[in-house]
């Protein structure tokens, strides 16, 4: 099927408002000036994370970004595994104090600490990795253009499914609303009559949490649940796998985790993010704001499908992205409020 056959449907989002709050900035861009003061010698870049490196979602995403910003810029670098968000302010505070350039809080969850503690230390360099405005001064954010990737991955669940899909995230933080908002206007934008649920786990670690999901939207007759909730979802994939049904990945390609069930995965290319966000402040650029980063920037895109849509969806679907970056689709934004189930 043709894209000028999708054409009635686009009428529906044409117009929409796009994803920009004011603030926001695209990199590259030369307009960016920061302090204006570059970092003599190599940076220092420390890292918190919320969970294991090892997890092969979230957090090995942003464990190979610090090591590609060691790698590239020659960078002095140090990290810590499963922060609580108890625990961040002084891992923070710790950081800061030992000479540190740059300290990223790698999740949504950090936002509170991160905010308390740059302001503590104003000469340090503070990134958080999600939505978030900034201070204009030290401390900014990261993001990718959650809107554009949710509106993918809901588009291939909808193409995948039979009528009924799901999206279950981590904790309803703004960047998650945003995905799932967008999972199901992707969703419904290849079949307007799908019915489709949203659920936050309200957790990133505990997989009992993502079985007991699993397991009841299975029994509600899902045949397609889209995962984005690192650890806690990976369970999803295995019960997914015994009940014959489809799943989406998150963060990195999870077709290993179980080849026959995993459609396709929303890749985030965290490190390309990373790197990108530690040059500015390299280069004495950061302004304490808020960078976007999507699918034109080529830091996010969907694994390969390797035969799980025939070639008419499998060409829908690429049409479906084309139409975004030319922005013929414009997702609208999140809530303000999440409308979704909470387990």
């Known amino acids: 099927m043709k894209l000028t056959r999708y054409i009635p449907h686009y009428l529906i989002f044409l117009g929409l408002v796009v994803l920009a709050a004011a603030g926001i ?7 960016d000036t920061g302090d204006g003061k570059a970092i003599s010698g190599n940076i220092r870049v420390a890292m918190i994370l ?17 090591m590609l910003v060691k790698k590239e810029l020659g960078a002095e670098v140090a990290y810590s595994q499963k922060v609580s968000p108890a625990q961040a302010p002084a891992e923070l505070r710790r950081y800061a104090a030992g ?39 030290n401390l900014g954010a990261i993001s990718f253009r959650n809107e554009e990737m949710g509106f993918l991955a809901g588009a291939a669940a909808g193409l995948a499914s039979r009528g009924k899909a799901a999206f279950v995230g981590g904790e309803d933080l703004p960047h998650m609303l945003q995905r799932a908002r967008a999972f199901e206007q992707g969703a419904k934008f290849v079949n307007p009559n799908i019915e489709t649920k949203v659920v936050f786990l309200g957790t990133w670690t505990d997989q009992n949490k993502g079985v007991e999901a699993g397991k009841a939207l299975i029994a509600e007759k899902f045949d397609v649940i889209v995962i984005n909730a690192d650890t806690a979802g990976k369970p999803i994939h295995a019960l997914a796998r015994e009940a014959g049904i489809k799943t ?18 929303a890749v985030l290319d965290n490190s390309q993010l990373i790197l990108n ?11 304490g704001k808020q960078y976007k980063f999507g699918l034109k920037d080529g830091v996010m895109y969907m694994a390969p499908l390797r035969g799980s849509l025939d070639n008419d969806k499998a060409k ?24 979704a189930t909470k387990e």
């Open 25 to 31: 900035h695209i990199f590259p861009g030369g307009s």
């Open 248 to 265: 989406i990945g998150w963060i990195v390609d999870q077709y290993n985790l179980s080849p026959r069930t995993v459609i396709t995965s």
């Open 99 to 137: 000479g540190f350039d740059l300290i990223i809080a790698h999740g949504g969850q950090y936002d509170g600490a991160a905010e308390a503690v740059a302001a503590e230390f104003p000469t340090v360099k503070f990134m958080l990795a999600e939505a978030h405005p900034g201070n204009n001064r």
């Open 277 to 287: 966000g530690a040059r500015l402040v390299a280069k004495g650029r950061w302004e």
């Open 50 to 66: 919320p969970d294991s490196i090892d997890d092969q979602s979230w957090n090995t995403a942003g464990y190979n970004g610090l």
């Open 316 to 339: 829908k679907l690429a049409d479906i992205r084309q139409a975004l970056l030319d922005g013929l689709i414009s997702p609208l934004p999140a809530p303000a409020s999440s409308p």
